[in-house]
């Protein structure tokens, strides 16, 4: 079993949590292969994010789990990070911090000659008194 975002978001509900969503897009002139596999780039993190480091847990062709050391206004916090293909062409990944829950999902898809759209969806969710700070998190 692998759970969509969608399909996670709506356990937690159930469970109280209070949700806040917001989607970016990307096109870019780039195959829809090339952009899952940017999700799948193990080494690329360190590279292209400066203000995380990793350490990989557990690794394979479709999940990555890991401990993220991600820098933010000035602290460093520790984050862990489980992302799996949920659907052939969508990547699920979560986190948890604190009070704290983010679920997102990226999804690719081709829309002309090497060239894709990417849409990532993010969920912040937490009790219903946090929702004041999802706008912070965003």
């Known amino acids: 079993m692998k759970r969509t975002r969608v399909q996670l978001v709506t356990q937690l ?16 002139d780039y195959s829809a292969a090339d ?22 847990a557990s690794v394979n062709d479709s999940e ?4 993220n050391m991600q820098k ?5 916090l520790p984050l862990t990070v489980f992302n799996y293909q949920s659907t052939p062409k969508t990547q699920t ?23 894709t759209q990417v849409n990532t969806t993010y969920s912040i969710g937490s009790s219903k008194l946090l929702r004041w700070v999802h706008p912070l998190i965003r």
């Open 64 to 67: 990555i789990a890991t401990i």
């Open 72 to 76: 933010a206004l000035g602290l460093t």
């Open 35 to 56: 952009a899952d596999w940017n999700y799948k780039d193990v080494p690329h993190l360190h590279y292209v994010h400066e203000l995380v480091e990793a350490t990989i």
């Open 13 to 28: 509900k159930a469970q109280g949590l209070s949700f806040s969503d917001f989607t970016l897009t990307h096109e870019g």
């Open 93 to 115: 990944y979560f986190t948890t911090w604190l009070f704290f829950v983010l679920i997102i999902e990226t999804s690719n898809e081709k829309i002309g000659l090497n060239k």
